[in-house]
């Protein structure tokens, strides 16, 4: 069985982008100049920032679901980024060295499962989950419990 792990989409943040920091803050985002690598994951582009890099943190609302289970966290987005990623069939490698929180969901987006892993058994869990009949994957970042990306099923 096939998946994809798909950053944010680009579009969400680019309004963003080149704001000043009053207006940044007027919407209650702040801009960070990344000072160690890794340390600064971008959701959009699943890279870490390099140091000297500046990126937006904010709240957003990354399971947007009418359920018990609607969230938002704080991310990083890099203001470099130009196109979302897509890995098919690879763990991206901001994924693979982290401590993770993977948590499935059906099609009504309620929670059916939920593990905490090392990013390097990631992709067991990815076909594990899937093939439970999980409809896709949110992974978060264990320790902060930022969301760090989305799996879904290919075909």
């Known amino acids: 069985m096939g998946y994809r792990v798909s950053g ?3 579009a969400d943040f680019e309004p963003l982008f080149g704001l ?3 207006a ?16 600064f994951p971008c959701r959009v582009t ?15 609302e990354h399971q947007a679901a009418a359920t018990p289970y609607r969230s ?3 991310i990083f987005v890099r203001e470099a980024a130009r196109s979302e990623a897509a890995f098919e069939n ?12 993977v948590r499935a969901f059906d099609g009504g987006d309620m929670m059916i499962d939920a593990d905490c892993i ?18 896709y994957l949110h992974v978060h970042n264990a320790r902060r419990g930022c969301f760090a990306a989305r799996v879904d099923r290919l075909g």
Do not use: F
């Not at 940044?24 to 340390?39: C, E, F, H, I, M």
């Not at 870490?48 to 957003?60: C, F, H, R, S």
């Open 8 to 10: 944010l989409p680009l």
């Open 20 to 22: 000043d920091d009053e």
């Open 24 to 39: 940044l803050k007027a919407r209650n985002v702040l801009r960070v100049t990344a000072d160690s690598k890794p340390g």
């Open 46 to 60: 699943l890279e870490d920032a390099e140091p000297g890099e500046t990126l937006l943190l904010l709240n957003y």
């Open 72 to 74: 938002s966290h704080a």
């Open 90 to 101: 690879e763990v991206p490698p901001l994924l693979s060295g982290r401590l993770l929180s």
């Open 118 to 135: 090392d990013g390097s058994e990631l992709e067991p869990l990815i076909e594990r989950m899937l093939g439970d009949g999980a409809a």
